[in-house]
């Protein structure tokens, strides 16, 4: 298992503490956060001897992996604040500025279903990308939450059709809409790095549906929509964080390190 404790931005001063790390980064005024590292087993030998170093292993990735709980734990305090003062400062207009930079950058296969997400607080508005994708012919979808430790599945959904509240409180599909798969997903974030690693709110609903959408075959695009000023030098990640494809704000699209299809 490779496990990244990634640095943070450039500008205000932040500690981040771990159980077995400390750290002193430099961390942007406006900048977000990722998602929490799920359980992880580890297997033993029966030999006493095998078990023994194994036991070591097991306490010294777990001491690794609470430091980047808590980094990324850090880093979310920091981000979210960042991108509520970028929203309150841009929000009303980056939407349609981040729906001109991707169509301008990113060509959707023609029979890709296209997921967005419902903006909630200060999450970058889609729906002016979306309107402009329906407006191409392409199908949309938004994410349901199934339950903790579950992918999301997709819903189809036009603008115009209802929508209740789903998991978490976030609007969504009712239960009666053709579930979907989707090959490009536009992505929520609270911080970024140009190495395409995003910091959610730490439930890791993206990471286990990219890895999910990934291994079965078939196209997957992931695009993350923030602001510029969510971006930070180096997101802390385990080999479990996917990777985004491609971040697109209000400045610019940008390809980045994803592991997607296209």
């Not at 579950?150 to 115009?160: E, H, K, M, N, S």
Request: contains cysteine; hydrophobic residues 45%.
């Amino acid at each position: 298992m490779v496990i990244h404790s990634g640095a943070v931005p450039a500008g205000a001063l932040v500690s981040v503490y771990g159980a077995h790390l400390r750290k002193r980064a430099s961390v942007d005024s406006k900048t977000p956060t990722a998602d929490p590292a799920p359980p992880i087993s580890f297997s033993t030998s029966v030999c006493p001897r095998a078990n023994a170093a194994s036991g070591r292993r097991e306490r010294r990735m777990t001491g690794v992996l609470m430091d980047i709980v808590e980094a990324k734990r850090g880093l979310r305090v920091v981000a979210t604040a960042s991108r509520e003062a970028a929203s309150a400062s841009i929000g009303t207009v980056a939407g349609a500025d981040v729906a001109r930079n991707c169509l301008a950058a990113i060509a959707p296969h023609p029979d890709d279903v296209v997921s967005g997400y419902w903006p909630v607080g200060a999450e970058l508005d889609p729906r002016p990308l979306l309107e402009r994708l329906a407006g191409r012919g392409f199908r949309l979808a938004l994410p349901v939450v199934q339950g903790r430790s579950r992918p999301l599945i997709f819903r189809a959904w036009r603008f115009g059709d209802p929508l209740a509240p789903g998991g978490l409180g976030i609007p969504a599909p009712p239960p009666a809409a053709e579930e979907v798969r989707p090959a490009f997903l536009l992505v929520p974030l609270l911080a970024f790095d140009r190495q395409g690693y995003r910091l959610g709110h730490g439930a890791g609903y993206y990471d286990l549906t990219l890895a999910s959408l990934r291994a079965d075959g078939g196209r997957c695009c992931a695009v993350g929509l923030a602001y510029a000023a969510q971006e930070v030098t180096s997101v802390p990640h385990a080999d479990h964080d996917q990777p985004l494809d491609w971040i697109v704000t209000e400045r610019s699209a940008v390809r980045v390190g994803g592991a997607g299809v296209r």
